[in-house]
């Protein structure tokens, strides 16, 4: 399966790639400290902080994974979703958000030094590393699978493009940008 693009298509890819760099250059200008770059200078309130994370949990794995995991197990998917990860993504955006707020932490390993020790935080910052690199391999390349199937570039094209843009307007804006 492959759109029939033409000019036009690209020409509006590429008005939506300057309009996502340009909200991160936008950003950039409210940002003059660490504070503002990880917490959006605690400018935004944690309901939508909160929101942005559960956004943030509904991208090309779980597009992909429900729709391969619906043809394969039927309604139990379904069940998976709701019972299982909805209510984590709402308590976290409820009732933890609002707590590392509070706190006036940056990161969850930040919160784990505070409250337990540096080993904590240490171990736990480690394996959201390595789990992040490997959980961004899987989204680019569930990204490029798409555009090569309906635009028809390769592969490798696909991820650095895709890759490029993200690390433009995150490194652009921060947590601005990315909300």
Do not use: C
């Not at 490798?156 to 601005?176: D, H």
């Amino acid at each position: 399966m492959r759109l029939d693009v033409n000019l036009l298509d690209y020409v509006l890819i590429a008005i939506y790639f300057a309009t996502v760099l340009a909200i991160g250059l936008a950003a950039r200008k409210r940002i003059s400290s660490s504070l503002d770059f990880f917490l959006a200078g605690r400018g935004l309130p944690a309901w939508i902080t909160g929101l942005a994370f559960v956004s943030a949990n509904l991208g090309a794995i779980e597009i992909f994974g429900m729709a391969a995991n619906g043809v394969q197990y039927g309604a139990m998917t379904v069940h998976y979703y709701w019972i299982g990860a909805v209510p984590a993504m709402v308590f976290l955006g409820i009732v933890m958000m609002p707590f590392y707020y509070r706190s006036k932490v940056r990161s969850v390993p930040e919160f784990l030094r505070k409250r337990f020790n540096g080993a904590t935080q240490l171990l736990n910052a480690i394996t959201f590393a390595v789990a992040q690199i490997l959980i961004a391999g899987v989204n680019l390349y569930a990204l490029a699978l798409v555009m090569e199937a309906l635009l028809g570039w390769p592969l490798p094209v696909s991820v650095v493009v895709s890759a490029v843009i993200v690390l433009a307007y995150i490194t652009l804006g921060g947590l601005s940008s990315a909300i």
